[in-house]
């Protein structure tokens, strides 16, 4: 499985020589198999902004009151959230307009997250061990392009602060690498990959599921890509490392996927 394979991909790479071609345009790369493959980091600070979402034609319905989560185990002090926790918070940052008018990678209805952490303590709180726990959850509005992070108290089930930016791109999560999988697959440029995938497995490649995947984003850089991908950064783009599951890697770092645009392009490598 080391032979070139004089096709667009180029070749099928092993698992060092893959990990071993970083670039400066990958942000924050994870092999899958690795710590926090599945979802990936969030941003830190920001300043708070006034959120404009869902103002006009796409706003949202008048606001419906719903019961709050329960609040299930709860950790104590600086301990790691616990699964009850990450799932009330969840519920409590996504609810009202940012439920209505955000979208997902996908497209649908609702932002996409990213990931859920245990927030730090205020100055003033630091040596307090009664703080009260807050955990940071970030997600990805991809109507309008914006890095979202509400920070909720979990003794009170209040979203404290909610700060919004844009032109920040955290890694990008497992589901987005899918989407971008998937959305390669579809694209004349996801040729290479499928023959490719075809001669290692003698199997057709029709979905995301099919292969392990890791990704980092691409930021443009001036005259660095074609004019498609010019807006990456202010854009979510992708580009994959792709693994057969339980077989070689498959080198498509020359494609990149353009999330919010649902386009793929193919950078020069020479």
């Known amino acids: 499985m080391r032979e070139k394979v004089h096709r667009h991909l180029g070749k099928v790479l092993t698992g060092a020589a893959l990990a071993a071609a970083g670039t400066a345009a990958m942000v924050a790369v ?21 959120r404009q979402a869902g103002q006009g034609p796409d706003a949202a319905p008048p ?4 019961q709050a989560p329960a609040e299930g185990k709860q950790g104590t002090g600086r301990d790691p959230l616990t699964d009850d926790e990450i799932r009330r918070v969840e519920k409590l940052a996504v609810t009202g307009r940012l439920s209505a008018t ?3 990678v996908e497209g649908d209805r609702g932002p996409q997250r990213l990931s859920v952490d245990l927030a730090e303590p205020e100055a003033a709180e630091a040596d307090d061990p009664r703080a009260p726990r ?7 509005d991809y109507k309008n392009d914006t890095l979202v992070t509400k920070t909720v108290n979990l003794k009170t089930g209040k979203v404290e602060q909610t700060d919004a930016q ?5 890694p990008p999560s497992r589901a987005e690498n899918a989407e971008a999988a998937r959305i390669l697959i579809a694209d004349p440029l996801g040729a290479g ?10 199997k057709e490649l029709t979905s995301p599921d099919q292969l ?10 001036p005259g660095a890509q074609p004019a498609v991908l010019d807006a990456c950064g202010e854009h979510r783009c992708v580009r994959l490392f ?7 890697w498959i080198d498509t770092r020359d494609l990149v996927i353009d999330l919010s645009a649902r386009k793929a392009a193919a950078l020069d490598r020479s």
């Open 30 to 50: 994870t092999l899958p198999g690795t710590a926090g493959a599945d979802d990936s980091g969030g941003p830190g600070g920001g300043t708070r902004a006034a």
């Open 63 to 66: 606001g419906v009151v719903e």
């Open 102 to 104: 955000a979208r997902d």
């Open 134 to 140: 807050r955990a940071d959850v970030t997600y990805y």
């Open 166 to 170: 844009r032109g920040v791109q955290p």
């Open 193 to 202: 990959l499928k023959a490719d995938y075809k001669d290692a497995t003698g």
């Open 212 to 221: 392990q995947l890791s990704g980092g984003i691409y930021e443009a850089s």
């Open 242 to 248: 792709s693994k057969i599951r339980n077989g070689p």
